[in-house]
């Protein structure tokens, strides 16, 4: 079966992307998650050699006017600024996607190098909204079947995580219906 996906621009408003509505014809609905991640490669290169142009000048004039601490130390913030953003930007290549096919659902999730996969039978599957122990937290997007579970978009925002909730229930249905897949 042939599944229709999508490309998601991580630098969009939102962080959610939907395949294009899919007909009854037997193929599968996937939806992706990513992270917002305004910050691209270019943009990444562009901030760093400006903090480091600033940084460096600042840091060579006090060592001019004999403050030379100032030149390991500025070496040393720009490292951990490089870091920063290299995880930032591999941080934003991170997914997951919900497959939904006619008797299963599918979720593969990327964080950095590594990658999950959890099936669960669609007729048994459960969405929920599970509210959060306190109001200092979010709340949980799962996906429950015969006792295990699985948490999705604990990147997204709470209108985001309800949005999605509310597609995937209706492209899931509840335990015991398997309703008609129409793209969400």
Request: overall charge positive; some cysteine.
């Amino acid at each position: 079966m042939p599944m229709r996906t999508d490309v998601a621009h991580r630098a969009g408003p939102s962080a959610v992307a939907v395949a294009p509505p899919v007909t009854a014809s037997g193929r599968d609905v996937s939806i992706v998650l990513r992270p917002r991640c305004l910050l691209t490669h270019a943009s990444a290169l562009r901030l760093l050699a400006v903090t480091c142009a600033i940084t460096f000048a600042a840091a060579l004039l006090a060592a001019a006017q004999g403050a030379w601490p100032a030149l390991p130390f500025a070496a040393l913030e720009m490292a951990v600024l490089y870091f920063a953003l290299r995880l930032s930007l591999a941080r934003g290549r991170d997914f997951e996607r919900i497959e939904i096919s006619e008797d299963s659902v599918r979720v593969v999730a990327r964080v950095g190098a590594r990658t999950n996969e959890t099936r669960f039978r669609r007729h048994w599957a459960r969405v929920r909204l599970q509210a959060a122990e306190s109001t200092l937290h979010p709340h949980r997007l799962l996906i429950e079947c015969q006792g295990r579970c699985c948490e999705l978009g604990a990147f997204l925002t709470e209108q985001e995580r309800a949005d999605v909730a509310g597609r995937l229930k209706r492209l899931i249905g509840r335990v015991g219906e398997s309703p008609e897949l129409t793209g969400g």
